[in-house]
């Protein structure tokens, strides 16, 4: 058997986590000075309300040696291969903490570095939960998955410039001017690390942008690609940005999925995303 982990940098549809059993290895989201794991001790609807209702950036913690290790112990028996799908190794020190646990005696686990984050790291999930459910070995799976690892697109953009300015990310004077003109950065994923592509003004253009950019990466069929689109609490853009994306290429399968504490800790509630590969 073939059990997938990942962790809470990867947001997957609840529908993926139950169809799969995937297990989820929780990043620690600091609030105020309280602490709380992703997705376990603090929820999206309730992190997204928090993050309404304040003026302060909250902080993320990497997954810890010891959560790994509590997670793999589970698994440790020679019926079983585990794969641990990671968030950036770049963006966070996750990664790291599982190889510690992974070396500490865990032989039938196998780690694989997405080198995304959010709904780019999500897809490496999926596809590897389908494979394994096809019966492909690890081995196969690892392999694939690292010929994806280049040829995966995840734009994003933020509603306001807010949340960048209190993270420290843009200046105050750049956020005010940004707000004033209602400039949107186009963001993308690039080398494990979130970076701007482009910019656009108002809204309206954000989701034509996003739409161009998957289609510009792989052409206007995209019958045979898996597609995620994801938002913050502003569900009202789903629908929009796949109606958009829908008018510029031919889609087939896709999934809608709310980004969750890691990304919005840095972005804010309102953000609007597409991955593909």
Known sequence: M???ICDSMSDLPLNILEKYDIDVIPLTVIFNGTEYLDGETLTKDEFYKMLRETDMMPKTSQATYVQFKSVFEKYDNPD??????????????????????KSDGHDNVTLFDTKNVAIGSALFVIKACEMAKKGHPVEEIIS?????????EVVFS??????????????S???ALGNLLSI?????????????????????QVYSALAKSIVSKFGKDL????????????????EVAREALMK???????????????????????????SCM
């Open 158 to 171: 933020v509603d306001t410039l807010e949340y960048l300015k209190m993270g420290g990310r843009i200046s």
């Open 248 to 274: 510029e290429a031919e889609i087939g399968e896709f999934y809608y999925v709310n980004i969750g504490c890691v990304v919005c800790s840095h972005s804010g509630p309102g953000i609007l995303g597409i």
């Open 80 to 101: 079983t291969e585990v794969i641990y799908i990671a968030g950036s190794s770049v963006a966070s020190g996750t990664y790291q903490s599982a190889t510690l646990a």
């Open 144 to 152: 694939t998955l690292e010929k994806f690892r280049d040829e995966v």
């Open 223 to 238: 019958k045979n690609r898996s597609i995620i689109i994801g938002c913050g609490d502003n569900k009202e853009d789903l």
């Open 184 to 204: 949107k950065p186009i963001l993308e994923v690039k080398d494990g690390l979130v970076a701007q592509k482009s910019q656009v003004r108002g809204k309206k």
């Open 173 to 175: 004077t750049k956020a």
């Open 2 to 4: 073939i059990k997938i």
